[in-house]
T-cell receptor
């Protein structure tokens, strides 16, 4: 079945360090892929998305490229800030109009000054 | 501004009680969803509704019930049959086109059984 596997955390980085959070997926069709961010005590916010192979989603300095050959959608940021401390979720929609998103278990990022 | 409002933010329930979590959206979204989040786990789908007066069970519907009498509202009742209800509950909505456009989430309700 469709699923998402993301790297386990927690991840602790110093400010201005490079961030990578790995996400791989399993899907039978042509899924859309998402990254969501959850700040403490809040709901999830859509960070970026990609709907087809080789698409790059980007927002707020974060990027992720939909790689069909490696079934991956890794999240990257060149220089993290303390304000980026949050939990990051990779998610998959199996097809357009699907009734559900499949979420990874989340990766907690802490950025220290 | 449009969005999803969940209330209350914190809720305490005694053993054997039913409680209802509120979810209201003014985004004119057709579809609404309830997810449960437990520590160290991803989100699990409880129920979803694509149109008024219709809803479907998700992966973990046992012990929960919902209604969708209005487009804007999708309340979740946690019944006494739910054996482990302590969790963070998230409501979401999306347009009719569904997930590829992304969901909009509420800020969540943290339910604790005391």
């Amino acid at each position: 079945g469709d699923s998402v596997t993301q790297m386990e955390g927690p991840v602790t980085l110093s400010e201005e360090a490079f961030l990578t959070i790995n996400c791989t997926y399993t899907a039978t069709g042509y899924p859309s892929l998402f990254w969501y961010v959850q700040y403490p005590g809040e709901g999830l916010q859509l960070l970026l998305k990609a709907t087809k192979a080789d698409d790059k989603g980007s927002n707020k300095g974060f990027e992720a490229t939909y790689r069909k050959e490696t079934t991956s959608f890794h999240l990257e940021k060149g220089s993290v800030q303390v304000s980026d401390s949050a939990v990051y979720f990779c998610a998959l929609s199996p097809f357009e109009g699907a009734n559900n998103l499949f979420f990874g278990t989340g990766t907690r990022l802490t950025v220290i000054p | 501004d449009g969005g999803i409002t969940q209330s209350p933010k914190y809720l305490f329930r005694k053993e054997g009680q039913n409680v209802t979590l509120s979810c209201e959206q003014n985004l004119n979204h057709d579809a609404m969803y309830w997810y449960r989040q437990d520590p160290g786990q991803g989100l699990r789908l409880i129920y979803y509704s694509q149109i008024v007066n219709d809803f479907q069970k998700g992966d973990i519907a046992e012990g929960y019930s919902v209604s969708r009498e209005k487009k804007e509202s999708f309340p979740l009742t946690v019944t006494s049959a739910q054996k482990n209800p302590t969790a963070f509950y998230l409501c979401a909505s999306s347009t009719h086109e569904g997930a590829p456009r992304g969901y909009t989430f509420g800020s969540g309700t943290r339910l604790t059984v005391v």
